[in-house]
């Protein structure tokens, strides 16, 4: 089955530096990449997510991007602010008949103002 | 519903008693997922439903854990016999057939702490 690594798993920057989450998965069908953030004591909520069809997705601040070839991809968070402070998930799965996601072990971003 | 339910939001329960964790996915969605996050830990798969039927139990941790779902609707994870491993914040998502994963909705979970 498919297993995600995630690093690290801790991560502090200083208010208005950039930030990077980096994720590596071993099935190759996975095509499929979502991340969540999770805020202390709330759900996980999806921020951005990614399909293999492409290789980088931005949206404002955040982007993600996939290197199917190494089976990796990554969160870049820039002009990071202290409301980013959180719990980042990576996932991988396929996309077809709702199969579950397969979860990293988590970020957690500091943002220090 | 406007979004995913679960209840108890909390729950104490004594090692050894049996505990039941309900979610309410949103309504129309047909697949319906449940993990497992331990205190400051990663998402662990449980076991997800399509419809009312369960295609992968592959994560339930033992025999001690089940999980059905009735009308396509309502799900129930159930423990029984707790042990203090057990206790962990369990979260339920659903999603939408004609969305997919596109629609992975969390419901805000249930803590449980067996003591």
Request: glycine fraction near 8%.
């Amino acid at each position: 089955g498919e297993n995600v690594e995630q690093h690290p798993s801790t991560l502090s920057v200083q208010e208005g530096d950039s930030a990077v989450i980096k994720c590596t998965y071993s099935d190759s069908a996975s095509n499929y990449f979502p991340w969540y953030k999770q805020e202390l004591g709330k759900r996980p909520q999806l921020i951005i997510d990614i399909r293999s069809n492409v290789g980088e997705k931005k949206d404002q601040r955040i982007a993600v991007t996939l290197n199917k070839t190494a089976k990796h991809f990554s969160l870049h968070i820039t002009e990071t602010q202290p409301e980013d402070s959180a719990v980042y998930f990576c996932a991988a799965s396929l996309h077809s008949g709702n199969t579950p996601l397969v979860f990293g072990k988590g970020t957690r971003l500091s943002v220090i103002a | 519903g406007a979004g995913v339910s679960q209840s108890p939001s909390n729950k104490v329960t004594e090692k050894g008693k049996d505990v039941e964790l309900r979610c309410d996915p949103i309504s129309g969605h047909t697949a319906l997922y449940w993990y497992r996050q331990r205190l400051g830990q990663g998402l662990e798969f449980l076991i997800y439903f399509q419809g009312n039927s369960a295609p992968d139990k592959s994560g339930l941790p033992s025999d001690r854990f089940s999980a059905e779902r009735t009308g396509e609707s309502v799900s129930t994870l159930t423990i029984q016999r707790t042990q203090q491993e057990d206790s962990a914040v369990y979260l339920c998502a659903s999603s939408s057939w004609d969305r997919g994963i596109y629609g992975y909705t969390f419901g805000s979970g249930t803590r449980l702490t067996v003591v």
